[in-house]
């Protein structure tokens, strides 16, 4: 089992089908859901799962809800991002997540891995973002 860091393959598709919508107002809604070294996500990943995902004080199953940044271009690119998410006081161990698309059957967008187990006792367990631009924000389209 691994964690793959990938933009999901149906997610490339159901883009050209208008499935997403990532308009920080009117929407979908999307959220991030942890999950442990033992799962098996990547490009191949088609929606959220409950396999293998994290369990620990202060995180809930299916994970937490993120707050769009609205899509913008600069030059040839189009992207978008999220403010960063904040597990406060969590007790939880992850090697991964996966950012899916709540408001359409849970299909999923992306899998970002840590690059090993990330812990967290009693403490924030925070994800951040890259910076909303052209060449780092967490969503790019060149």
């Given at each position: 089992?691994?964690?793959?860091q990938a933009m999901c393959t149906s997610f490339k598709k159901e883009l050209m089908e208008g499935t997403h919508n990532f308009k920080a107002s009117g929407g979908n809604s999307f959220k991030l859901a942890l999950y ?107």
């Open positions: 089992m691994a964690i793959s442990t070294s033992s799962a098996s996500l990547g490009a191949t990943t088609t929606a959220y799962s409950s396999t293998n995902e994290a369990s620990g004080t202060n995180y809930t199953a299916t994970g937490a809800a993120l707050t769009n940044v609205n899509p913008t271009t600069s030059g040839t690119t189009a992207f978008t991002d999220f403010a960063d998410l904040t597990f406060s006081n969590a007790t939880i161990t992850a090697n991964g997540c996966l950012i899916y698309n709540d408001t359409n059957s849970d299909k999923a967008v992306c899998v970002l891995a840590f690059g090993g187990d990330k812990t967290s006792t009693a403490g924030d367990f925070t994800i951040q973002f890259p910076t909303a631009d052209a060449s780092n924000a967490i969503i790019r389209i060149a």
